[in-house]
């Protein structure tokens, strides 16, 4: 059985030894020394602490029966209404069996309960279809976008916009 939980910073260890396994094995078709800087200096361990402990970032965690990690989902906080994902992840062994769908509606609840109106993400043409499945739809290209990767640019309606979810300045 698969339970989504919150990340708590003493989960670091765990949810980094997951991350650095799907780096490592290619995510997204990266070239492995675009892998290799994402953990060594762009996704470190030490940003994701400064990312959680600012609230920048949320983080779910997918463990198994045994309590390891065996997936995740990286997304901001959401700004202006909108919720930005930035990983997904499940190990390999654990594919095609709704891990990553519980952890999008876990992410998805989360961000409506913060008003969030939009989820968006940037992906390739290989998994497009999870996310079309998901509800995402696509709404631009990006041939050479970050670090000159091609990007599938995805949205998802969650809701509305309303002036009342503007920040006080008080």
Not at 106 to 118: I, P, Q, S, W
Request: charged content about 25%; proline content about 2%; glycine content about 8%.
């Amino acid at each position: 059985m698969v339970r989504i939980n919150d990340f708590l910073l003493s989960d670091l260890d765990d949810f980094y030894q997951c991350f650095e396994v799907l780096m490592n094995e290619g995510y997204a078709g990266f070239p492995p020394a675009l892998c290799e800087f994402f953990i060594k200096k762009e996704y470190s361990k030490s940003n994701f602490i400064l990312w959680v402990e600012r609230n920048f970032r949320k983080i779910f965690l997918a463990r198994d029966e045994r309590n390891n990690v065996i997936g995740f989902l990286v997304g901001d906080n959401t700004y202006g209404g909108v919720a930005f994902i930035t990983w997904i992840g499940v190990l390999k062994e654990y594919r095609h069996k709704g891990i990553a769908r519980e952890l999008f509606y876990t992410y998805e609840n989360y961000v409506k309960a913060k008003n969030a109106h939009l989820m968006e993400l940037f992906t390739y043409d290989g998994v497009k279809g999870f996310y079309e499945k998901l509800g995402f739809l696509e709404v631009g290209r990006r041939e050479q976008g970050f670090f000159g990767q091609s990007n599938v640019i995805m949205n998802k309606k969650i809701g509305d916009w309303d002036n009342k979810n503007i920040p006080s300045i008080n």
